[in-house]
């Protein structure tokens, strides 16, 4: 200890070492090289970390542009809220960066070394290597989580709360560890304003049923937007058809991106509440959840945001949000399917009624009435999914360890990638263009329908979703039935987007009428 390099920067988590080289890489653009040593001395020695000298990074920047390795704001190297903007300048990023060449890190993230992490990443379907390109469906799993669950059942199964044995603590400890996990992984203010429920359709019902007949009667009104996904549809229907109430819909531009100027004019005395999606499953697109909410805070009406497609991609704070609830499914950020969580402000949870009733809810029963516990406990009815509630704490822990800033940036350049890869599809149609994507491009091919498409994919062992996505109101704005939905993950590579624009290209030049 004690060397010249213990005041080295961590390069992989130092975000002012990331904007030098970024200042560097531009240097270099431009022809001046002679002061990356002296920016950055005994950095760039691949003894130390594994990263280029300068003759090697001039060629890796080779065939770069400028306006390619600048942030949405127009500075090299800055930080983003969102990285998924698209720019059709990013798909030149070199491959190395991207998971083609093994052993090359992209900076913060070596996909090569997470890969080793999912198992069924080495299974093979029809003779061929599986590319699961099917992550806004569900993610795989990694080892970590895999083992957690192996090792509860081992070691810590048991009910909850009421047992006065060993492992009814243990399991007991595990549970609400996880809870207190998941607060921490959305920024929640309590554990206590965590609710462990099926996943976010079981969420969003819940605050449909224990919060809506509470609050919305006849002639109030409800919003949604166009881009959601039925189980933030249906419910809020249930509930207007209950209460007299009305639905009205936030229209989306030509891009699939919100109206925020038809928003607004939604708005009014009657409004009750907004319930949005921070990512469409159907076309990827961001929404500005944070603007929705301030203007419907200023309106003093309520907000739900559905965060399935998002805490995978995007660093989630709710309480910097200001969200009133957020709700998540497990299997979408690689846990075990069957585990979510809905995040309800404290004062909103206590006010709400139980919506299940039965164990672990109560205070007291008698044949008269009943006392109720206060939340969480109020909403989780019964034995709780104690395992897969464990599981998904190890994958939020696992997401953790990789890091959120480093996933975005390494799926907003496979998003750039793929983006330019089916553009030059002939015939090949993309759905949804918004600035602000998540890692979804969804897209029609003349000639075929999306099931055919789907099929001919996956004799080429490539996962990707074909139909109306559960959103069948964003798909049908679109003219459309059901779109082809290839979606992306940390672990997937350039390879395998080679690989699918590889079999569309085939699929194209032998196009023939529907």
């Not at 990356?36 to 001039?58: E, F, R, V």
């Not at 462990?196 to 809506?212: D, S």
């Not at 819909?249 to 319930?275: F, H, S």
């Not at 055919?452 to 964003?474: F, M």
Request: hydrophobic share 40%; glycine share 10%; aromatic share 6%.
């Amino acid at each position: 200890m004690g060397g010249p390099r213990d005041s080295l920067p961590d390069p992989l988590t130092d975000q002012s070492w990331l904007d030098r080289l970024a200042a560097d890489a531009l240097a270099v653009l431009h022809g001046d090289t002679g002061g990356l040593s002296a920016t950055l001395p005994g950095i760039l020695q691949p003894q130390s970390h594994g990263l280029p000298k300068d003759d090697d990074l001039k060629r890796l920047l080779a065939g770069l542009t400028p306006e390619s390795v600048l942030a949405p704001d127009g500075r090299p190297g800055s930080e983003s809220s969102v990285f998924y903007f698209l720019d059709p300048h990013a798909a030149t990023l070199n491959e190395r960066t991207l998971g083609r060449i093994p052993g090359e890190a992209h900076p913060g993230f070596d996909v090569w070394a997470v890969r080793r992490d999912f198992p069924i990443l080495a299974e093979r379907v029809n003779g061929r290597p599986l590319i699961w390109l099917d992550n806004a469906a569900t993610t795989q799993k990694p080892n970590a989580v895999i083992e957690r669950l192996s090792d509860f059942y081992r070691h810590e199964n048991s009910n909850i709360h009421r047992a006065a044995h060993e492992l009814a603590a243990r399991a007991t400890d595990a549970f609400e560890g996880a809870r207190r996990t998941v607060a921490r992984f959305l920024g929640a203010g309590s554990p206590d304003e965590i609710v462990f429920v099926r996943g976010t359709t079981e969420a969003i019902n819940l605050v449909a049923k224990a919060w809506g007949p509470r609050h919305v009667g006849p002639g109030d009104e409800l919003v949604v937007s166009l881009l959601e996904h039925h189980a933030n549809i249906v419910p809020w229907q249930q509930l207007a058809a209950q209460t007299g109430a009305r639905l009205h819909v936030i229209p989306v531009d030509a891009n699939g991106q919100i109206r925020l100027d038809e928003y607004q004019r939604l708005l009014n005395e009657r409004t009750k509440l907004v319930a949005i999606s921070q990512v469409s499953n159907a076309l990827g697109t961001v929404t500005p959840v944070r603007e929705v909410i301030e203007l419907a805070h200023r309106a003093g009406v309520l907000v739900l945001v559905d965060g399935a497609q998002s805490v995978a991609h995007l660093a989630v704070d709710v309480r910097a949000l200001d969200a009133d609830f957020f709700v998540f499914s497990g299997h979408k950020i690689f846990g075990p399917t069957g585990i979510g969580a809905l995040y309800g402000k404290a004062q909103l949870l206590e006010a709400m009624d139980p919506w299940q009733g039965g164990g672990n809810m109560i205070a007291d029963v008698t044949f008269e009435r009943t006392l109720y516990q206060g939340p969480p406990a109020r909403f989780e009815a019964g034995t709780p999914n104690i395992a897969d509630a464990v599981g998904l704490a190890e994958a939020l822990k696992y997401v953790e360890r990789l890091g959120l800033a480093n996933i975005a940036r390494y799926e907003h350049e496979l998003l750039a990638y793929g983006t330019a890869a089916l553009q030059a599809v002939p015939g090949l149609h993309l759905i949804g263009t918004a600035p602000d994507k998540a890692s979804v491009l969804s897209f029609v091919l003349d000639g075929y329908c999306p099931a055919e498409v789907g099929d001919k994919l996956n004799r080429e062992g490539i996962a990707v979703r074909a139909g109306h996505h559960c959103a069948q109101p964003i798909v049908r704005h679109f003219g459309h039935e059901a779109t082809v939905r290839p979606s992306f993950a940390f672990y997937n590579t350039v390879d395998e987007i080679d690989t699918l624009a590889a079999v569309l290209q085939r699929l194209a030049k032998g196009q023939r009428s529907k």
